[in-house]
């Protein structure tokens, strides 16, 4: 059963009904992904993009070595590859892997950049979505960019714990990565990012519990 889609931005301003009897046009299908499982792989081309209806995944970046890079996370709600869907030309740099056990909506941008002969009224309302979706993600982009400007790990962790606790309005939060795939996402690596975090917890600037944090104001 498809849950409610009133919640998801691709479809915001579209009755849950009108919603879901558009999803034939878009050619759209389920799909199950258990912890782990790649999504959507890197190097392939696709005119697919995802909207995750339950779970979380990962968007990360590996190179030849083997090293691991996390650009963000998509949690229920949020869309991925969109960028990617509406470019099938070019192949993913990044993969798509399932945080935790994970449902994907997947919808062919094709279809929704090409519509039909007789295009329902919500098209026009779907390609305005899409476009603030992908704008989001421009500036997603840039918040990642930022928090990895610093050149200490500290500085990196400061930088992405303010914005968290800015958007969260307290200085209380929990994040959606563990440490790895904090490391990962900050650009360091995994025991200096934990050594760090012991340091500022000692030198009382924040206390934590796995991944929630709290800030604390220096004495």
């Known amino acids: ?14 009755a849950p009904g009108d919603a879901e009897a558009l999803l034939p046009c878009l050619k759209a299908y389920q799909k199950h992904f258990q912890k782990g499982e790649t999504v ?14 339950a779970g979380r995944a990962i968007i990360a970046l590996g190179d030849v070595w083997g090293n691991s890079s996390v650009f963000g996370s998509v949690g229920a709600g949020q869309t991925f590859a969109e960028a990617y869907a509406c470019t099938p030309d070019e192949p ?35 390609l305005r979505n899409l476009l603030t979706v992908c704008a989001g993600k421009n500036v997603q982009l840039s ?4 928090h990895t400007t ?7 962790l400061l930088s ?40 500022m917890q000692r030198d009382g600037l924040l206390s934590y519990r796995k991944n929630q944090f709290t800030l604390h104001s220096p004495e």
Do not use: W
């Open 143 to 146: 918040r990642h960019i930022q």
């Open 40 to 53: 959507l792989p890197e190097g392939a081309a696709s005119t697919l993009m995802g909207v995750v209806l």
């Open 150 to 156: 610093p050149k200490s790990i500290r500085g990196r």
């Open 1 to 14: 059963m498809l849950p409610s889609l009133e919640n998801i931005a691709l479809f915001r301003g579209i």
């Open 160 to 199: 992405y714990f303010s914005e968290c606790s800015k958007r969260r309005g307290s200085r209380t939060f929990t994040i959606p990565y563990n440490r790895q795939q904090l490391a990962d996402y900050l650009g360091v690596d995994r025991s200096a990012l934990s050594g760090e975090l012991s340091k």
């Open 92 to 126: 993913m740099l990044v993969s798509v892997v399932a945080a935790e056990d994970t449902t994907v909506l997947f919808l062919n941008a094709h279809a929704l950049l090409h519509p039909c002969e007789n295009p329902c009224a919500h098209h026009m309302t779907l």
